[in-house]
């Protein structure tokens, strides 16, 4: 699976973006999809994740902010994110495995990765 993450840039604090990942290759349907994201100095953490049957889970962070969707014949999964803060700048990298978890190493497809700036 080749994963492709578009749709970051620079925001104001209060604004809003949405991300797109485009998956080509295997039967995305069968993967669960996450987002993650990493800042500047930071580790790389969850923000949120889909299973292949649409069930979807958030970080305390992101909920009621964000809302991560999927579209099987678009081979595609989305992130709506409203109400944006400061703190949720970083590169944000959709990744694709068999496991639904938060765990990042358990995800074996990685996008390159989309920067989001949101300024206060």
């Known amino acids: 699976v080749q994963l492709q993450a578009s749709g970051g840039g620079l925001v104001q604090a209060g604004g809003s973006l949405r991300l797109s990942c485009a998956a080509s290759?295997?039967?995305?349907?069968?993967?669960?999809v996450g987002w993650f994201r990493q800042a500047p100095g930071k580790e790389r953490e969850f923000v949120t994740r889909?299973?292949?049957?649409?069930?979807?889970y958030y970080a305390d962070s992101v909920k009621g902010r964000f809302t991560i969707s999927r579209d099987n014949a678009k081979n595609s999964v989305y992130l709506q994110m409203n109400s944006l803060k400061p703190e949720d700048t970083a590169v944000y990298y959709c990744?694709?495995?068999?496991?639904?978890?938060?765990?990042?190493?358990?995800?074996?497809?990685w996008g390159q990765g989309t920067e989001i700036t949101v300024s206060s």
């Open positions: 990744a694709a495995g068999t496991i639904n978890t938060a765990d990042d190493r358990l995800y074996a497809y």
């Open positions: 290759g295997r039967t995305f349907s069968n993967y669960a």
């Open positions: 889909i299973s292949w049957s649409g069930r979807t």
